[in-house]
């Protein structure tokens, strides 16, 4: 008994830290907007692209503890890969699900040993560490296919995607000084964009069709929407291998310490971001 009340305990401390470090984290990224400095969340959405299939707050871990980090996995997925974590590296603390059966009682899952028995599953989260592939040697790991500023193919999987969400998509000689319009179930380019050019400003109006158009939209202030659907453009530009430059980074000037309200946006920018990139990357991508 002592025993688990110990490893109890131990659990208890790693997730109490991790929240601690997300919400230091979120503090710290909120202080830097509201003193007019970009380059925090330019990291973040930079983490984002890199990390699209997890949460909102296990990307705002990661980017908090190893804003370098480029893959991460936990100590045993790395030896499946033939790869060992290096002597004395600190791991970086994020959450993991897990899915638990639900009893009446304390008693009857102490004795259950049979996995696929039928009941009730309650989703929790434990705070476990993962380690960056640069805290690791071995066996080299398979190079992801990138873009180096040609974004055709990802261009044309792009336009599919916002065919199959019953968007229509058209192009104009002129639109003033903008080079893209959404308008709520329409999106209208600039003739004449770079294949770079056309995935970034489809891949920002598609973030206004998505969140800030239909039934429930959170529009916001036009401010919020601009740095929403820019900060998803980064991000999608950023997984497929694009140069961004500053693009992002010029528009993120807003929250003015609102904590709260930036939480939200990027709880929203990455969901959005993570579905676009998973549509037109799909075939790309090995489960990790």
Same mark, same amino acid.
């Given at each position: 008994?002592?025993?688990?009340?110990g490893?109890?305990?131990g659990?208890?401390?790693?997730?109490?830290?991790?929240?601690?470090?997300a919400?230091q984290?979120?503090?710290?990224?909120?202080?830097a907007?509201?003193q007019?400095k970009?380059e925090?969340l330019?990291?973040y959405?930079a983490? %984002?692209a890199?990390?699209?299939?997890?949460?909102f707050?296990?990307?705002?871990? %990661?980017?908090?503890q190893r804003p370098?980090?480029s893959r991460?996995? #936990?100590y045993? &997925?790395?030896q499946?890969?033939?790869r060992?974590v290096?002597h #004395?590296?600190?791991?970086?603390?994020?959450?993991?699900?897990m899915?638990l059966?639900?009893?009446?009682n =304390?008693?009857?899952?102490a004795r259950?040993t049979d996995?696929?028995?039928?009941?009730?599953?309650?989703?929790r989260f434990?705070?476990?560490?993962?380690f960056?592939?640069?805290q690791?040697? #071995?066996?080299p790991?398979?190079?992801?296919?990138?873009?180096? #500023?040609?974004?055709?193919g990802y261009?044309?999987?792009?336009k599919a995607?916002v *065919?199959?969400?019953? %968007?229509?998509l058209?192009?104009a000689?002129?639109?003033?000084?903008?080079?893209?319009?959404s308008?709520?179930?329409?999106i209208v380019?600039?003739?004449?964009?770079?294949s770079?050019?056309?995935?970034?400003?489809?891949?920002?109006?598609?973030a206004? =069709?998505?969140?800030?158009?239909?039934?429930?939209?959170?529009?916001?202030?036009k &401010?919020?929407?601009?740095t =929403?659907a820019?900060?998803?453009?980064f991000?999608? *530009?950023?997984a497929v291998?694009l140069?961004?430059?500053?693009a992002?980074s010029?528009y %993120?000037?807003l929250?003015?310490?609102?904590k709260?309200?930036?939480?939200?946006s990027?709880d929203?920018?990455?969901?959005?971001?993570s579905?676009?990139i998973a549509a037109i990357t799909?075939?790309?991508?090995?489960d =990790?």
């Amino acid at each position: 008994m002592a025993h688990e009340n110990g490893t109890q305990n131990g659990t208890a401390e790693k997730a109490k830290r991790a929240r601690e470090i997300a919400d230091q984290a979120l503090e710290n990224l909120t202080k830097a907007l509201d003193q007019g400095k970009s380059e925090s969340l330019t990291v973040y959405l930079a983490a %984002i692209a890199k990390f699209h299939r997890y949460s909102f707050g296990n990307i705002l871990l %990661i980017a908090s503890q190893r804003p370098d980090a480029s893959r991460v996995a #936990g100590y045993r &997925t790395w030896q499946t890969l033939d790869r060992f974590v290096k002597h #004395g590296e600190k791991g970086i603390l994020i959450f993991a699900p897990m899915l638990l059966k639900k009893r009446t009682n =304390e008693d009857q899952l102490a004795r259950s040993t049979d996995a696929d028995q039928d009941g009730e599953k309650i989703l929790r989260f434990r705070a476990v560490y993962v380690f960056d592939v640069s805290q690791t040697d #071995g066996k080299p790991l398979p190079e992801h296919a990138t873009v180096n #500023g040609d974004a055709a193919g990802y261009t044309d999987r792009l336009k599919a995607f916002v *065919s199959s969400r019953g %968007i229509q998509l058209e192009y104009a000689d002129t639109l003033g000084s903008a080079e893209g319009l959404s308008t709520g179930g329409k999106i209208v380019l600039l003739n004449g964009l770079s294949s770079a050019q056309e995935l970034s400003v489809l891949a920002h109006e598609l973030a206004h =069709e998505m969140l800030h158009h239909g039934e429930g939209a959170q529009r916001g202030t036009k &401010t919020v929407r601009e740095t =929403e659907a820019e900060a998803v453009a980064f991000v999608v *530009s950023q997984a497929v291998g694009l140069d961004t430059n500053t693009a992002a980074s010029d528009y %993120i000037q807003l929250y003015a310490g609102d904590k709260d309200t930036l939480a939200a946006s990027l709880d929203r920018i990455q969901q959005v971001a993570s579905t676009i990139i998973a549509a037109i990357t799909a075939s790309n991508e090995a489960d =990790e």
